[in-house]
């Protein structure tokens, strides 16, 4: 059977140039007039460089995305993933046509209109009313297709006392959902939607995720989604893209590709960054790692997400030391503990003879709420403490479906998440 | 395999003409609304409101009446002063509205323009539009004052091309949208043209006859610099049809009509090829 592709992405790149546009723009201008007139390529389109915020480049110019090609059929959602600066903001702006692309191309045979911003237009010394009208038609609406959605969108704000009232006194959360709910009204072939938009009260929120869902899963409608919260790309998406550094890294379906997204991680959380000095004696935690189901090492988690933690400790003297138990405090960033995970308290103690060995604790569900969280770590044998490092590192842990019920557990409300049924 | 048929493509080629007509119509709502936004909210939370219109030409009139033609004595013809001034004024500040309206077209609506996609020539073209409402209502304003100054007896006599008229402020209007579109473009790159623009716009009204007649210019080695001014015509051009008093001339009719065709393409040239990247420049 024939794909119906309703858009193609081929080889899409962008560049940037870092640092202030100022001096030397002019005779930058010049050189690639001068080239362009001999029928060269820009001499500045070579020297681009991979987009790692964290390292420092050479060149002043730098690569956002590189290369990017994917195909979305009608009435597929697909997901779009990747960590800060991997380029997800810069695709969406050049789907929308906000900017261009400095090479490659895009077709499409469908409108594109975005929720990737919502407000954009007002104008303060407007009535709500005039302004659901304005930004609709900024959007991409027309005046009747605005008009017969009116009520709905009112209804959906929850505004309608304020609706005759300038948008310069209303509240920012009011702004927030008058324009949402503009926004959430729209009927493009290809929707482009950013969860980051669910902004507002919890309530409010609520609905907003609630309205997303339901554009991505109603009606045939092809929908690309950006997010950053896994379980909701699970739940929506069935096809993901994952960028990192600018490069798709993988495109696949959802599931493997929400995996690969927790393996990269960023250098300055670490799960282990504790440098040991070379004392050469006694027990030492070498290094902690957290291994996912399929044996691959993962710097961040996923909360309800099955985990092993890998300890590897050294053993320098002869030896052998008996009845070790090995514990993990897990903290809050503000130092209030948490829980800990301690072999003893299931009366599981280990013998450690000479040399490097592994000990594994696993973990049915991560049951920590999305945040940052640290770590100690350390061997004990009764009163004696062979080894112990405080602030061993970080725990980043993504929001997931702890309790498989679809919806996730809100970290403002809970930190712990303990598996419960009620009757 | 067919051919597929792409709605449209998104593509680093650029085109050298590339002005969608089809999409400009599309939005035209959108155009309307930006007009309609424009004139109802200038003068939001003001005691006088739309009077405002009228007003601001009537105090610039007073004043340079009495500046130019009351202190410094400039004659003005068989034209009543304040009525050759006024009508200079309306005319001008139409065009000068359009130019300084559009010239900061990219700069001013960058958040926006930043965040979602519409043609973008909306934005100068509602500028225009809505500078033409206000234009009428000052028009309106100068008809009054004709009215009253024929029933005091003055010698102005309207002119049987006053017909033309609607052809004087398609130009004024074409001429500064094209001239703000090129500015609003070079800005995005180089900010040092939005501080010449003010200075820029006060020179050009001089040498464009709002004030000071033609003759004025005549014998001083200036003239040059009324000759090749293509908004100096149309004041003129605009005078003599309103106050049917002026100079006219075939190579000026030609000459300004050239020039704005020209500028105006130019603007929209320019135009379209910054309004793919300049959100990465501005």
């Known amino acids: ?423 | 395999m067919k051919e597929e048929s792409w709605l449209y493509t998104i593509s680093s080629k650029k085109k050298l003409i590339d002005f969608n007509f089809k999409e400009v119509w599309q939005y035209r709502d959108l155009l309307l609304l930006f007009v309609k936004r424009d004139v109802i909210t200038v003068y939001k939370q003001t005691v006088l409101g739309p009077l405002w219109f009228v007003i601001q030409p009537l105090f610039t009139t007073v004043i340079f009446t009495l500046v130019f033609n009351t202190i410094a004595n400039i004659d003005t013809g068989g034209i009543p002063p304040f009525l050759f001034n006024l009508a200079g004024v309306v005319s001008w500040n139409y065009f000068k509205e359009c130019l300084t309206g559009t010239a900061d077209t990219f700069k001013k609506n960058q958040a926006i323009f930043g965040k979602v996609y519409f043609p973008r020539v909306i934005m100068p073209l509602s500028v225009v539009l809505s500078n033409l409402i206000k234009f009428g209502i000052q028009l309106g304003l100068f008809v009054v004052f004709y009215l009253y100054f024929v029933y005091q007896g003055s010698l102005v006599r309207p002119n049987i091309y006053a017909i033309y008229f609607p052809v004087i402020i398609l130009v004024m209007g074409l001429l500064g949208l094209g001239t703000g579109m090129i500015i609003s473009s070079m800005v995005t790159k180089y900010r040092d043209l939005s501080f010449l623009l003010t200075f820029g716009v006060q020179l050009l009204m001089y040498i464009s006859l709002v004030t000071l007649p033609y003759s004025l210019f005549k014998d001083n080695g200036f003239a040059w610099a009324v000759d090749y001014n293509p908004m100096a015509y149309v004041i003129e051009f605009s005078r003599y049809l309103l106050l049917g008093e002026g100079t006219t001339s075939v190579f000026g009719v030609v000459y300004t009509l050239v020039f704005t065709v020209v500028v105006f393409l130019l603007g929209i040239l320019i135009f379209n090829k910054t309004e793919k990247s300049f959100i990465d420049t501005i």
Not at chain 1, 239 to 248: D, E, P, S
Not at chain 1, 276 to 297: A, M, P, T
């Open chain 1, 1 to 423: 059977m024939q794909k119906d592709i309703i858009l193609k992405v081929e080889n899409i790149s962008k560049q940037y140039r870092l640092g202030t546009i100022g001096t030397g723009t002019i005779s930058h201008d010049m050189n690639r007039w001068w080239h362009k007139i001999r029928g060269k390529e820009d001499p500045y389109l070579k020297i681009g460089e991979t987009n790692d915020r964290s390292t420092t480049g050479n060149s002043e110019y730098a690569w956002a995305i590189k290369d990017i090609s994917f195909e979305v059929e009608r009435g597929e959602v697909l997901g779009i993933i990747g960590k800060n600066g991997a380029g997800k903001s810069t695709l969406l702006k050049i789907l929308s046509k906000v900017t261009g692309p400095t090479t490659g191309e895009i077709k499409t045979k469908g409108r594109i209109a975005s929720l990737l911003e919502v407000g954009t237009g007002f104008h303060p010394e407007m009535t709500g009313k005039e302004n659901i009208f304005l930004n609709g038609a900024i959007l991409g609406m027309t005046k009747a297709e605005i008009n017969a959605k009116l009520e709905e969108i009112i209804d959906f704000s929850g505004c309608q006392r304020y609706i005759d009232t300038p948008v310069k006194r209303y509240s920012s959360g009011m702004k927030v959902r008058l324009a949402f709910a503009v926004a959430a009204f729209l009927e493009p072939d290809i929707l482009i939607v950013d969860e980051v938009l669910a902004v507002g009260d919890a309530e409010f929120q609520k609905k907003a995720i609630g309205k997303m869902q339901e554009i991505s899963k109603g009606d045939g409608r092809t929908v690309l989604f950006v997010s950053h919260n896994m379980a909701t790309i699970k739940s929506l998406t069935s096809k993901c893209i994952l960028l990192q550094n600018g490069y798709v890294k993988r495109i696949g379906d959802t599931a493997s590709i929400v995996e690969e997204y927790t393996t990269i991680g960023e250098g300055e959380l670490s799960t282990f960054k504790v440098k040991r000095e070379n004392k050469k004696k006694g027990l030492q935690i070498k290094n902690v790692s957290f291994i996912n189901s399929n044996n691959k090492d993962c710097k961040s988690l996923v909360s309800g997400q099955e985990i092993k933690v890998k300890i590897e400790v050294e053993n320098y003297d002869k030896e052998v030391y008996k009845k070790c138990s090995i514990g993990i405090g897990v903290f809050n960033l503000d130092n209030s503990m948490l829980t800990a995970f301690k072999s003893d308290s299931i009366n599981k103690y280990y013998d450690i003879s000479h040399g490097v060995s592994f000990f594994y604790c696993e973990l049915n569900k991560i049951p920590f709420t999305a945040g940052i969280y640290n770590y100690n770590i350390n061997i004990t044998s009764f009163a004696e403490v062979y080894d112990s490092i405080k602030e061993a590192g970080n725990i980043i842990v993504e929001s997931g479906d702890f309790y498989n019920s679809g919806k996730l557990p809100a970290a403002s409300h809970q930190i712990i998440l303990v598996n419960q049924k009620w009757r």
